[in-house]
């Protein structure tokens, strides 16, 4: 099991010489942090940001706490970003422009962003398929200047970022660790879809055996029933992320609501079903496309996905079954479980795929 994990690894290029000491993942809604040494979870810390406040202030403000509080001054952690912050290509690589390999896959990112650089833009280069007559690359980019202040403030506290990827990339390496510790006979196809409901947006891919075969991004995200339930009950935004998860949505419910509350639900009703729907479409178009291929299983992750009701509504919807989350499939260390237990695994996916190299 161990051998084929590292034969997986192996098809990645951005493997980090240096061993990250831990993961931070800035996202739309607050920062999260891990600490990692010798294989062994230490701590996790997870802080919001306050709306109403400056978030550049609270970044920076939040980071530097959190440096100090999990030792991460002097050594290099992995960092992700929110998926919209970055532009995504798939890129295939014939055998005739192997040997120019980084010219020919500079090329075809030109194609896509008009005058792109490499001394521009950063570029995560990840090989998600290779053979002996192609390789299939999934090119990550973000232009230098729109982060130059993250990393020279990181720099300032002397934490050196080892990588820097799109959080979606981070569960693809999480999921791709849990595939390799499945018991699978050897030839047996799997087939999985991912729905990362995040604060802002959802990204929607699929994997074959690993291999990410497609990508969907979509403007709509949690927040979409969070403002819901803030505009009519005039609370702040922190009170009804607190009530979105009390919320069930039901018709047999309905009878009992008062006129504003069934407003309400109403609304948020017509949003839940149009993620669903999103969703679908989405599976439909992979099953379109690649009509040998069936998913099997669809996997939530995100915060937004923490959303009462929404996994059984899709479960049902499309007929599948929907992938429990297990830290025995991610982690052997009963130390390691005792520590991410007390958290939503949800809400620390992406963290954790962040360090899956070092997490024993």
Do not use: W
């Amino acid at each position: 099991m161990k051998e084929k994990f590292m034969r997986a690894r192996e098809r990645l290029d951005n493997l980090i010489k240096e061993k990250s000491r831990g993961s931070i993942d800035i996202g739309s809604r607050g920062i999260k942090a891990l600490s990692v040494k010798g294989g062994i979870v230490g701590d996790v810390l997870v802080e919001k940001f306050n709306q109403n406040e400056d978030k550049e202030t609270q970044i920076n403000e939040i980071l530097s706490v959190m440096i100090e509080r999990l030792g991460f001054k002097g050594h290099g952690v992995s960092l992700s970003l929110p998926s919209q912050k970055f532009q995504v290509k798939f890129i295939r690589i014939g055998q005739e422009n192997m040997e120019n390999r980084d010219e020919f896959i500079s090329e075809e990112m030109e194609e896509m962003i008009p005058g792109y650089s490499e001394y521009e833009y950063l570029t995560e280069k990840i090989t998600i398929n290779l053979d002996e007559y192609s390789e299939e690359v999934l090119c990550v980019t973000i232009k230098r200047e729109e982060i130059d202040y993250l990393l020279n403030f990181l720099e300032s506290l002397r934490v050196k970022v080892l990588r820097i990827v799109p959080d979606f990339v981070s569960i693809f390496m999480l999921l791709e660790r849990i595939e390799s510790n499945e018991d699978r006979e050897e030839n047996v196809n799997s087939y999985r879809m991912v729905v990362d409901v995040g604060h802002e947006s959802t990204k929607i891919y699929a994997l074959n055996n690993s291999v990410m075969n497609f990508y969907r991004f979509i403007l709509m995200g949690g927040n979409e029933f969070t403002d819901i339930i803030k505009n009519y009950k005039g609370i702040n935004f922190e009170k009804a992320e607190e009530k979105i998860i009390e919320l069930e949505l039901h018709e047999q419910d309905q009878e009992i609501l008062e006129v504003s509350e069934k407003s309400m639900m109403d609304e948020l009703t017509e949003a839940f079903k149009e993620l669903e729907s999103q969703i679908r479409l989405s599976y439909e178009y992979y099953f379109r496309e690649r009509s040998s291929s069936i998913v099997e299983e669809l996997v939530f992750v995100g915060g937004g996905s923490l959303l009462r009701g929404l996994r059984d509504y899709v479960k049902k919807s499309l007929e599948l079954e929907v992938m429990p989350f297990e830290l025995d499939s991610i982690t052997s260390k009963e130390e390691n479980r005792s520590k991410l237990e007390p958290y939503q695994f949800e809400e620390i996916a992406v963290l954790l795929g962040n360090v899956m190299d070092e997490v024993v």
